[in-house]
Structure formats: structure tokens, C-alpha cells
């Protein structure tokens, strides 16, 4: 991958990510209402939300908040363009844990009980989906001969049929991820319930508008490394559109399933999650895969 | 280097050497007499007298020549000599620190004489042997240095002389005295070997793939790494040297003790590669990591939470010797370093903090931001240092994972012990930083506290070390690591084109990710003015009583006291629960590793 080359694709990757993760958002807002019986707001209404909150007064707690929202978005973004130009695909998570680090510390940084449960609740989501992704990495780096995403796309043919219980892994991350029900026990997706929005109670306007942003970043993201496992020269769309059946599948869980409780989710996504990664390492390390 | 000091000196080590060994008889029969009998004075006597026996009749009477000379008797290279900087400057650093710390300490306790002559001679005397035994060649001179360590820790942890200290102080000596046999043991298999020698390096050259018969000292040399690196069934030692002062954890943990463990191991590593021996090792090391990782997650006790991490991170470095590639050792080398680093800081500034509230858990230190702004800022930054990328902690934890699946089908288990040891590491690290960052929105800035230069100055000198450390990681790596796994025999590990680390696997591009790193955190947290009327009471449902106030109005109309607590989860990821586990688990191991090596 040339130098102009990588810096083009890390610019696209910086400006599309965004516009197609909010438009996600509007879909599944949008299916979610038709599933429920609503019409449902237009598909772009999460652009209009973002406008709004960014045009609100600025109410924040403390300045430390205001440097962890920024730290998480920013981040994120890095993690993104890891993508784009083809780097270390256990750098990048890394780097993703770290901004999942200051998400949870700015929430902490506030003496309110709705933010300190649900930044405690996300460190538990951390532990849970944390070694799931990091360890997928492992059987793609032994099958492609190493950690870089660009080893993926020279690997020739796709990862899919050898690595699918890996895949099947990933999904389990990808809920905790995009803070779905049955997993989103850290930030109620709708408001006033129990923990009220939990982890993100204390953040509002401008500041909550950089997280939203964070979070597409991120659901594109980790739509992003399912489609690795699809990367080839023919069928090439399937890399496209594996990952959004993956997501509308999400869509209908969250709306079949209540919130599950901390202890479920984390033998859920250490007892199925990671044995089912660690099964695939040992059989690619015998060959057998 | 090679340097071999006239024979006279042989003598003189010889001699202190069993000095030491009979002043540990003298300290467990006087304990025995004055306390009556208990388990640690008992087992101080039992294992010193194992320990030392054996080395006696090896030495007196079946070795050739009393002392038995070795050439070259000190032997420095770049291994060597980043150890030796790691001792002579962090450990300076910690003594300067401690010279206010003791004097607040001795306040505190109101004590009538002073005892800090004993505790500055036994700290000195501590750096000294650390550097003797990271030079030392042969066998005994080793043995002899490796004592020395043993004796300092044991009279630093007793230092207060409280029931508990002496109590805790016998614990780490009789554990580290297991270590002792184990090194007895190795010299004598050694010199009873074919190659009739106890020069380390001479060892190290021949290997236990071209001489089988070495397996088994090596392995106990590895027994003696692990119980100065307080490895489980040891970690009980190292826990209880937290009652000693702060400097006294700050030393033991960040630049001496129990890097002489990691450091014998990582030297000797060279020596199994190859073998069933390097593969248990590093199962052993993954084991350890993902055990003191969950067991962090439930103290209160800051210096418990740092003493665990401690213990993992040597179950790291030992893991990286057993993977025993370029790419692991060299990591494990840089992990020493940066360990160090941080651990030390941390250490310090726990100790900086209980001067300031008197209390060392994490529950009292909520908020502590607005009271010690600058201390906490720092520690919060240490944290940082040992928890996240770029910084070099996590840097050489990548290189691990990278270099893990080279080991073969075992990599399995490994690597899922290695994630789940990271993913509990967050956690631990996160629910610190989130205490002492936890309080009520006010709207002004909080005020510094006062600086006190031999706490602060050397504070901002370790942090700085960190973080200039990791930015120059890849010169760092050029400069003593390469040369270090070249004289080990081992190739290069990375290619540093731009400053990147480059292995054949993976990039990691540090510099960068500062450069991000900065932008991402560092300018908005300078840069954010905000203004009072900006500032917003938290979220309570609508029952606020003011900004700033810790109280909210209850349906009764009443002002009650807002109180929010850390999770610890205690009955589930309790040492009482876990431990009766772990402990055996820890123990059938070691065993393990003995019946592999002698039976295959």
C-alpha cells in the first residue's frame, strides 16, 4: 500500500465512517419502531439529533469529563484509521480498549450514582467483550502469518469457511459493543429505567454529541473487522454485506430480548464466547481448521 | 566484561555467605524462644538448614578446591548492565524519596529514637548486593548476593517491628529460603554434570538440548526465580511486605528482589529453549497472570491492588522467557524496565498519599483530586503508564501476545489466560483512577497542594522517565535490548525504521500514537476553560440540595448524605474464595514442572 494511497483511504475512512454509521442508527430506529408497532422518525433523524445536541449549551461537570469524551472520539477515530491504511489489528484494539477506557473514566469522574453503576457496569462489558476480540485475532494472524490487517487482504482467499466459530465469537463482542439488549446493561438503551442511561447520565449536549459520534465510529468499526473475514478478490460484496445481516440479526435480538443481568453476560461471553475462540485456536494449531 | 578479583575474595564471600544463613538460624531460634513456636520460625529453621547443609558438604568436602574458583567470576553485559541502571537509578531515586518519607513516618509514629540509620544501611546494602548479583558469573558469588537480598528484605519488612511485621518478615524469609534450596540444588546437579562447571555463562552456552542432564538444576534455578518473584504458591511473601514502609514496596517491587527473580530466569532462559522446560514455563507465567489479575479486582488495599499487579506483570516476563523467542525476550527485558518505571512511581506515590490522609485504601481516596490535585494527577498518569497504549507496559504485552502462538498447541491456553488476565487488568486499573477521580461537580478549579520537593520532584522525574521512555522505545531498543538478545544468542527482534518497532508479525508505531494520544486527551484537558455558570450539579432525579453539596433531599424531605463505593465484587473474586484454589493450583504446578523434567 503506497503512501498517497493509505493517507486517501484514511481520509475516506474518517469522513464515510460517521455518515454511515448514523445512517445505521436511523435504520435501526426505524425498524425498531416498525416492530413495535410506530411509524418511527425519518431515517436521517440522527443527524438531525446530532446538530441539535451540538448546538445546546455546554453543561458539564468537571473539565476532565470534557477531555474524556474528546479522548474517546478521537481515539476511535485513530482505531478507524488503523483500519483504512491496513495496521496492526491487535494495536488497534488496544487502542479501542483504551478509548472504552476513557469513556468509563469520565463517567466515573462524577459523584452521581446513575453514572458511577453504569461506568462499574461497563467495565464489567470491557471484561466481557475485551478478551473475545482480542483473542480473535489469534487464529487470523496463524492462518494469514500475521497481527497486520494488510497480511488479511494478501492472504488471497477468505477467512470465513477455517474461522466461522471465531466469527460466530465476534458476534457475542459485537452486542455487548453496540450496547444492545440483551447486553446493554451499562446504558439503558432508553432512557429512565433503572440506571437511568447509566454510563452516559452525566454527559449532555456538545459532549454527548461526540460520544454518539464515537459510537457509530465504533458499531462501523466493528462491522468492519467482522467483514475481514470476507475479504477476497470475487464475491467481493459479501465482505459488505455479511457484517449487515449480522447487524439487522442485532436489530431483531435487541427487540426480542429484556436486559440480562451483569453475572449472565459475563459467563455468557467468557463461558461460550471465549471457548469458542479458544477451540478454533486449537484446532487451526493442529491443522485441523 | 570479564573481571575475576583475587582468590582471597572467594573466601570472604564463602564465609558471609554462611554468616547469613547462621544469622537466619539465630533470628528463628530467637523468635522460637521469645514467641514460642510457630509456623514460620519452625519452618525458617527447617529449610536455612536444608538450604545450607547440603551447599556445605558440596563445598567443604566433595568440591576440589574450598572455595571453588571459577573464571571469570564477573561477567557484565548488556543484560547486566540494564539491570544495574534499573537498580542504581530507581533505587537511588526511592532511597532520596524515602529520606522525607521516614521522617514523616517516624512523626507519625512518634517514636522517641530514631531507627533510620538500620533502614538507610539495610537499603544501601540492598542496592549493593542487587548489583552483585546481576554481575556475578559464578555460582556461589550468585548464591552468596542472592542471600544478601534475602536478608535485607527480611530485615526491611520487620523494620516497625510490630507483631504483624515480624510475623510477615519470617513468611518472606522462609518462602525465599525455598528458593535457596532450589539454588544449592542447581549447583551441585551442575557441577555433578558432564560439564563439571558453576560459571553461569558457561551453562548458558552449552544448553539443555545438546546436555539433557542440565533440565533439572535449570529448572530449579527457574524454582528460585519464582520464589523471589513471589510467583504463586509464593505470592503470600510479597503481600505481607506491604507493612514495611513505602520505600521499603517501592524497592522491593519496581528495581530489586523480585527482579533478581525475573532476571535469573530471563539469563538462564537461553539455556531451555526448546525444551519441555520453556513451555511450562511460560503455561506457568500465563497462570499467574490471570490469577493475580482477578484477585486484584476485589482489594481495597491500594498497595494490595499494586502488589498483585506486580506479581503479574513477573508472571509476564517469565511467560516471555518461556515463549523464549527474539521477540518475546526483548520484551521481556523492556517490560523489566518499564515495570519498574511505573510500579516504582506508583508505589511512591501510594506512600506520598497516606502521608497526606493516613489511610491506604481506595475508598478513602475518593475525590481525591480536588484535595491533592498535582499527587493524584500523577498517579492517575502512572496508572495510565501501566494500563493503556502506547505506553511501553502495554507495548511489551503486545509483543507477548505476538509472540505467543510460536510456542505451538499450548499457545491455546496460553493466550486465553493471557486475554482474560488483560481484560480483569482493566478493570482493576479503571476502578482506581475512577475513586480518586470521583467527586461532586464544583465550580471552581481545584487548588494544588503545596509541592514537597523529595516527594514531588522525584514523582515527576518517574513519570516523565515513562513517558519519555516509551515515546524513545525504539532507541531505547537499539541501544541495550538488541545487544542484550544478540550476546544471549538470540536474533534481532524488531526493525526500527521511522522509530517503529517492526517485528516479522507486527508494527508497533509508538511516537504516533503519542502524538494522538496527546491530541485526544492532553490539549482538551489544558485547553477546557469552563466557565461556573457552565458547571451542572450531578443527575439525583431531580432531588439536588445544591451545586457542589454531597446531599440530596429524600422523600421524607430530609438532607441525606450522598455516598457512591468502588465494586469489588468480595464473595465471588475474594482471596478467601479463590485462594484455596489457587494456592493448589500453583503448588500441583511447580510439581508438574519437576516430574516433566525429570521424567522426559
Given amino acids: 500500500m503506497s503512501t498517497s494511497w493509505a493517507i486517501i483511504s484514511a481520509i475516506i475512512a474518517v469522513i464515510a465512517t460517521p455518515l454511515i454509521g448514523g445512517l445505521l442508527r436511523g435504520v435501526d430506529r426505524k425498524v425498531t419502531a416498525h416492530l413495535q408497532g410506530r411509524i418511527g422518525p425519518p431515517i436521517i433523524q440522527p443527524f438531525y439529533d446530532f446538530i441539535k445536541l451540538l448546538g445546546k449549551k455546554r453543561m458539564v461537570a468537571n473539565r476532565f469529563q470534557m477531555a474524556c469524551a474528546w479522548g474517546y472520539l478521537i481515539l476511535i477515530i485513530t482505531a478507524v484509521v488503523f483500519w483504512a491504511i491496513r495496521q496492526d489489528l491487535l494495536v488497534l484494539l488496544f487502542i479501542l480498549g483504551f478509548a472504552g477506557v476513557c469513556l468509563v473514566l469520565g463517567a466515573l469522574s462524577v459523584k452521581s450514582p446513575y453514572s458511577q453503576i453504569g461506568g462499574h457496569r461497563e467495565l464489567l462489558q470491557l471484561l466481557a467483550y475485551e478478551p473475545i476480540l482480542l483473542l480473535a485475532a489469534i487464529p487470523i494472524a496463524l492462518k494469514t502469518g500475521g497481527f497486520l490487517i494488510a497480511d488479511i487482504f494478501n492472504y488471497g482467499q477468505p477467512l470465513l469457511p477455517d474461522l466461522w466459530i471465531t466469527f460466530l465469537a465476534l458476534l457475542i463482542a459485537l452486542t455487548i459493543v453496540m450496547r444492545k439488549s440483551p447486553l446493554d446493561i451499562s446504558s439503558s438503551e432508553h432512557a429512565h429505567q433503572e440506571i437511568v442511561r447509566g454510563v452516559l447520565s452525566e454527559y449532555s449536549g456538545p459532549y454527548l454529541a461526540l460520544i454518539e459520534l464515537g459510537h457509530w465510529y465504533e458499531t462501523v468499526l466493528l462491522l468492519a473487522i467482522l467483514g475481514l473475514f470476507w475479504i477476497v478478490g470475487g464475491l467481493w460484496w459479501l465482505a459488505i454485506v455479511i457484517p449487515l445481516v449480522c447487524w439487522f440479526a442485532e436489530l431483531i435480538v435487541d427487540n426480542i430480548f429484556a436486559r440480562l443481568t451483569w453475572s449472565w453476560m459475563l459467563k455468557f461471553s467468557w463461558g461460550i464466547g471465549v471457548t469458542l475462540i479458544a477451540l478454533n485456536i486449537f484446532f487451526v494449531n493442529l491443522g485441523w481448521m | 566484561m570479564e573481571y575475576s578479583p583475587s582468590p582471597a575474595w572467594d573466601w570472604l564471600i564463602l564465609i ?22 510457630s509456623l514460620h520460625n519452625i519452618l525458617t529453621i527447617v529449610l536455612t538448614l536444608a538450604a545450607g547443609i547440603p551447599l556445605a558438604i558440596f563445598e567443604f568436602s566433595w568440591a576440589p578446591h574450598t572455595p571453588l574458583e571459577v573464571a571469570p567470576v564477573l561477567y ?35 517514636l522517641e529514637k530514631t531507627n533510620q540509620p538500620r533502614f538507610f544501611f539495610y537499603m544501601l546494602i540492598f542496592l549493593g548486593a542487587m548489583n552483585g548479583l546481576v554481575f556475578s558469573n559464578n555460582l556461589l558469588w550468585l ?15 520487620r523494620h516497625d517491628e510490630t507483631q504483624i511485621a515480624i510475623t510477615n518478615s519470617f513468611r518472606a524469609l522462609w518462602m525465599c529460603l525455598v528458593g535457596s534450596i532450589g539454588f544449592s540444588l542447581a549447583i551441585i546437579f551442575f557441577w555433578n554434570s558432564p560439564l563439571h562447571t558453576i560459571s553461569l555463562i558457561d551453562i548458558i552456552n552449552s544448553g539443555a538440548i545438546a546436555y539433557p542432564v542440565l533440565l533439572l538444576p535449570l529448572a530449579l534455578l527457574c524454582l528460585a526465580g519464582f520464589t523471589k518473584a513471589a510467583q504463586t504458591p509464593f505470592q503470600g511473601w510479597l503481600l505481607g511486605a506491604m507493612v514495611a514502609p513505602t520505600p521499603v514496596s517501592a524497592l522491593l517491587h519496581s528495581s530489586t528482589m523480585v527482579k533478581a527473580g525475573v532476571y535469573l530466569v530471563l539469563r538462564i532462559a537461553p539455556a531451555f529453549q526448546g525444551t519441555h522446560l520453556s513451555t511450562l514455563v ?23 491492588v499494586l502488589a ?37 512511581l506508583l508505589f511512591l506515590c501510594a506512600g506520598a498519599v497516606e502521608s497526606h490522609i493516613w489511610s491506604r485504601d481506595i475508598e478513602d481516596m475518593e475525590g481525591l483530586t480536588r484535595g491533592l490535585p498535582i499527587l493524584t494527577g500523577i498517579t492517575i498518569a502512572g496508572i495510565i503508564s501501566m494500563l493503556v497504549a502506547p505506553f511501553g507496559v502495554l507495548i511489551t504485552k503486545w509483543g507477548a501476545i505476538e509472540a505467543a502462538p510460536a510456542i505451538g498447541v499450548w499457545s491455546t491456553l496460553v493466550l486465553v489466560m493471557l486475554m482474560l488476565g488483560s481484560g480483569a487488568t482493566t478493570i482493576f486499573w479503571v476502578k482506581w483512577m475512577g475513586r480518586l477521580l470521583c467527586h461532586s461537580p ?126 469489588y465484587m468480595e464473595a465471588a473474586l475474594g482471596e478467601k474464595n479463590l485462594d484455596r484454589f489457587f494456592i493448589p493450583i500453583g503448588v500441583a504446578f511447580l510439581i508438574v514442572i519437576f516430574v516433566v523434567v525429570i521424567m522426559v
Avoid at chain 2, 89 to 96: K, M, Q
Avoid at chain 2, 143 to 157: D, R
Avoid at chain 2, 282 to 294: C, D, K, R, W, Y
Wanted: proline share 4%; charged share 15%; net charge negative.
Fill in chain 2, 16 to 37: 558471609f555467605n554462611y554468616a547469613i544463613l547462621a544469622y537466619f538460624l539465630f533470628v528463628a531460634i530467637r523468635n522460637l524462644t521469645q514467641r514460642g513456636i
Fill in chain 2, 76 to 110: 557484565i553485559d548488556h543484560l547486566s548492565i540494564i539491570m544495574c541502571l534499573i537498580i542504581s537509578i530507581i533505587g537511588s531515586l526511592i532511597c532520596v524519596y524515602a529520606i522525607r518519607y521516614m521522617k514523616d513516618h517516624e512523626e507519625h509514629l512518634h
Fill in chain 2, 308 to 344: 498483585y499487579s506486580t506479581i503479574g506483570n513477573l508472571g509476564l516476563i517469565i511467560l516471555c522467557a518461556g515463549i523464549n523467542t527474539p521477540l518475546a525476550i526483548a520484551c521481556g527485558i523492556m517490560l523489566i524496565i518499564f515495570h519498574a518505571i511505573s510500579k516504582g
Fill in chain 2, 442 to 567: 464544583v465550580p471552581e478549579r481545584a487548588r494544588a497542594e503545596p509541592m514537597i520537593p523529595l516527594y514531588h520532584g522525584i514523582l515527576l522525574i518517574l513519570i516523565a522517565a515513562a513517558i519519555i521512555g516509551s515515546i524513545f522505545i525504539a532507541p531505547i531498543y537499539n541501544g541495550v535490548v538488541a545487544p542484550a538478545l544478540t550476546e544471549a544468542g538470540y536474533a534481532a527482534a524488531f526493525t526500527t525504521g521511522f522509530w517503529f518497532l517492526k517485528s516479522p508479525v507486527g508494527i508497533f508505531a509508538a511516537w504516533p500514537l503519542f502524538v494522538v494520544a496527546a491530541l485526544a486527551l492532553v490539549i482538551p484537558l489544558l485547553r477546557a476553560e469552563l466557565k461556573p455558570e457552565e458547571s451542572r450539579a450531578a443527575y439525583l432525579c431531580g432531588e439536588n440540595v445544591e451545586i457542589g453539596a454531597d446531599e440530596f433531599i429524600t422523600m421524607s424531605d430530609e438532607r441525606t448524605e450522598l455516598k457512591t463505593g468502588g465494586f
Fill in chain 2, 143 to 157: 548464591a552468596f548476593f542472592w542471600e544478601m537480598t534475602t536478608l535485607c528484605c527480611y530485615a526491611l519488612i
Fill in chain 2, 282 to 304: 511460560t503455561i506457568f507465567g500465563a497462570f499467574v497472570f490471570l490469577i493475580t489479575a482477578i484477585l486484584a479486582i476485589s482489594q481495597t488495599e491500594g498497595k494490595r
